[in-house]
């Protein structure tokens, strides 16, 4: 992608504790990823991750379907904020919401979202949280792990940034495994968004090629 050398400025999608975005803000600041975070938007007010956001100076707003008459006019203030801001890329962190086709389409190829199993196993609707681990459990998988993907129409289906795998262990339950899961996408999510931003991949059909 690239920015013409300029630092891209992100958005950042949240709808709950927020743990991938703080991993994300210490690897801005650790040096190790290039980008603005130009604000955070979430959901629900009482989500965690506002607070990170706060204290770590970047704008938190609260954006919600619930607030407008219509999903239209919903969509139409999500688009004028991240104009407002100058939002290049938008990165969802554990967030929960659908997103507007009209979003999708302008900022195509601008969205990322991490996705805790390896899809397209274990993705699609009703596959967030809890339910992820449980399922993989349930179905008896050998490895679970994080998939990094851009964000299309449909759900947890675009074009695959990156993957990397984890055990799944004979006494694991939901809990454990997602802590280990969770361990990795923090060690993941940065990765791919800094060879997105850095312009380190390119993406022929589904493939995205290049060095993550
Ligand atoms: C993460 O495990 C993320 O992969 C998952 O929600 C969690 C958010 O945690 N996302 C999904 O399930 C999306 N389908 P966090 O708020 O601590 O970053």
Redesign the pocket.
């Known amino acids: 992608m690239g920015n013409g050398g300029a630092v891209l400025r992100c958005a950042v999608f949240?709808?709950?504790?927020?743990?991938?975005?703080?991993a994300l803000i210490d690897r801005k600041n650790a040096g190790d990823l290039h980008v603005e975070f130009a604000l955070l938007i979430s959901n629900s007010s009482k989500a965690y991750?506002c607070e990170r956001a706060r204290q770590n100076g970047i704008p938190a707003v609260h954006l919600s379907e619930k607030q407008f008459e219509t999903f239209e006019a919903f969509s139409t203030r999500l688009m004028d904020l991240l104009d407002e801001y100058k939002v290049d890329l938008i990165i969802?962190?554990?967030?929960?919401k659908k997103l507007p086709c009209e979003l999708i389409s302008k900022y195509r190829m601008k969205i990322l979202?991490?996705?805790?199993a390896l899809l397209p196993a274990f993705?699609g609707k009703g596959?967030?949280?809890k339910n992820?681990h449980q399922a993989v459990l349930d179905y008896g998988a050998k490895v679970s792990g994080?998939t990094v993907h851009f964000v299309d129409e449909e759900y947890?289906q675009g074009p695959v940034i990156l993957q990397r795998t984890v055990p799944v262990l004979d006494n694991d339950d939901a809990e454990t495994l997602?802590a280990r899961?969770?361990t990795l996408?923090h060690d993941s999510y940065w990765r791919a968004v800094e060879a997105v931003a850095g312009g380190n991949v390119h993406i022929e059909g589904r493939r995205v090629a290049g060095e993550v």
Request: aromatic share 10%; net charge negative.
């Open positions: 949240a709808s709950g504790g927020g743990s991938n975005f703080q991750a969802l962190a554990g967030y929960m979202n991490i996705h805790p993705g596959m967030y949280g992820v994080v947890d997602a899961v969770l996408e």
